[in-house]
C-alpha cells in the first residue's frame, strides 16, 4: 500500500511559477512510476506528466511541454512537477499517482494510488 499527499499548489498570476510535490510512504518508492494528472471544473481528468522508476525517462501531454518539468527524489520518496509560465488554462486540482512498475504510462487507469490533490489556480 502507498500513500501519497500533494503540496504546493496556490494562487499565482499567469506568467508565475510553483513547484508541486507528492510523498510517498513505503519503502519501494525507487520501483514505482509516478504521474501527474489534474482535472478542472467541469471536465475530465487528464494527464500531465509521468516518470519512470529511476528518473531517466519523462512523458508530457502536448500543452505543457517546454513549461512543466517531472522530477524525482526516490532518496526523498518524492515526485516533483515544477510549473512555468503558468496560465489561466492550467487552473485544476492535480493529483500524483503511482504504480509499481518499471514502464511508463499516460493512462489514469494504469495507476493503483491516488493522492487527494492540490488545488492550482492561475489568474489573468
Known amino acids: 500500500q502507498v500513500q501519497l499527499v500533494e503540496s504546493g499548489g496556490g494562487l499565482v498570476q499567469a506568467g508565475g511559477s510553483l513547484r508541486l510535490s507528492c510523498a510517498a510512504s513505503g519503502r519501494t518508492f525507487s520501483s514505482y512510476a509516478m504521474g501527474w494528472f489534474r482535472q478542472a471544473p467541469g471536465k475530465e481528468r487528464e494527464f500531465v506528466a509521468a516518470?519512470?522508476?529511476?528518473?531517466?525517462?519523462?512523458y508530457y501531454t502536448d500543452s505543457v511541454k517546454g513549461r512543466f518539468t517531472i522530477s524525482r527524489d526516490n532518496a526523498k520518496n518524492t515526485v516533483y512537477l515544477q510549473m512555468n509560465s503558468l496560465k489561466p488554462e492550467d487552473t485544476a486540482v492535480y493529483y500524483c499517482?503511482?504504480?509499481?512498475?518499471?514502464?511508463?504510462?499516460?493512462?489514469?487507469?494504469?495507476?493503483?494510488?491516488w493522492g487527494q490533490g492540490t488545488q492550482v489556480t492561475v489568474s489573468s
Open positions: 499517482a503511482a504504480v509499481s512498475s518499471y514502464g511508463l504510462n499516460d493512462r489514469a487507469s494504469w495507476y493503483d494510488y
Open positions: 516518470i519512470n522508476w529511476s528518473g531517466a525517462n519523462t
